[in-house]
């Protein structure tokens, strides 16, 4: 008989969490006024708000967090972190941030102003935040086969180079600081960027000579797709084709909290000497010391282990079979979700579950209600309320998909636990005929109004 896949760790620590009743549940939710973001996370079973900081680290990262040197210049932790940084992604200069929009603050704060455009594929909720608080514009030039969930096109997370180059002739190259290549990409569903798409951007790009970015926060996710999807990378390592995709970016910002398994950190790195001259300030301002920037040293030491276990194919493997292993159930009970299977997530696709909810009543918010009162399972709306108002017209925006993301955090949680989401979101789909409403929003703030937006039964 064939020897079945098992997990590359075991496990040395455990940390206990409580089932609740439905009567419970239905309590806390309606006094967190239908935010799954303002429950307290002991009246959660399984979290799957998001895979950001929430993962267990090493053996490898503990004994490093024991040796990290706090001083406040030139600790050997920054250089731990330098070395790795040069090493995995090939740049010399970088600025430690405390996690990945911080990164973007400072960058952003010497490179986006006001008027200018900023190309990408579905940037995430903080890289458009930090764009249009800046009075600029995110253009989404992702291909279109993103928004067909059943769609199984490997590479989802692709730039559709038509749509780029509409971009680029239509304003002016001063207008365009930078094109924001988002890897994998999260926003359209985990889903990753191929090595050629990278290749094909980075040519537009340059003949048009505007640099690239890429936001780095599943780096590692990305590489291993192109290792399982992209025809001559198979036989290569994931640390090769990391450095061959970064090959082509002139900077970066990173979340360390999502491929480099910290609880907390960030940077940005470039490899132009003058534009991190001109971070260092900002970073100084926002973060603090350019050798440490809002990080200890013991989180500079525990990130500098991440880079390199989260770029091994074994601990990658065994992250995203789990992911695919929550899909396979799913597609035994006719749930309908992005497909392929992202690298860090399940997207459920909330129309399709919950039919009878008027966009208007917000149907991912809804599903991920009915989840949470199921089974005391959070995932995360990914849909109209995160999509926020348009700043110009302050409509409300109503995306193509409308995803409740199921988030797997990193050596966390077992398949048993799988079985559990998916049978809890078999039953809310069993009765989705009874569930005809949504909500409606009390409160909201002006900007990034998912976090703290406050909610009625409608
Ligand atoms: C998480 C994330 C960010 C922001 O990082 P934080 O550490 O949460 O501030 C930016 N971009 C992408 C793609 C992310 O996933």
Redo the contacts with the bound molecule.
Sequence with gaps: MEIPYAESFRIKMVEPIRRSTREERECWIKDAKYNLFALRSDHVFIDLLTD?GTGAMSDRQWSAIMLGDESYAGSSSYFNMKKAIKDILGFDYFLPTH????A?NVLFSVLVKEGDVVPGNSH?D??KGHIEFRKATAIDCTIDEANDTQNEHPFKGNIDLGKLEEVFKKYPKEKIPFVCV?VTC?TSGGQPVSMQNIKDVHALAKKYDIPLMF?S??FAENAYFIKKREKGYENKTIKEIVREMFKHVDMM?M?S??DAIVNIG?FTAFRSEELFRKASTFNIMFEGYITYGGMSGRDMNALAVGLDEGTEFDYLETRIKQVEYLGAELDKYGIAYQRPVGGHAIFVDALKVLPNVPREEFPAQTLGVELYLESGVRGVEIGAILADRDPVTRENRYPKLELLRLAISRRTYTNNHMDVIAASLKNVFDRRDSIKRGFKIIYEAPIMRHFTVELDRA
């Design positions: 950001s996690q990945g929009r911080a973007e995430f903080t890289t988002t999260n936001d926060a599943r910002t979340s909290k999502k960030g």
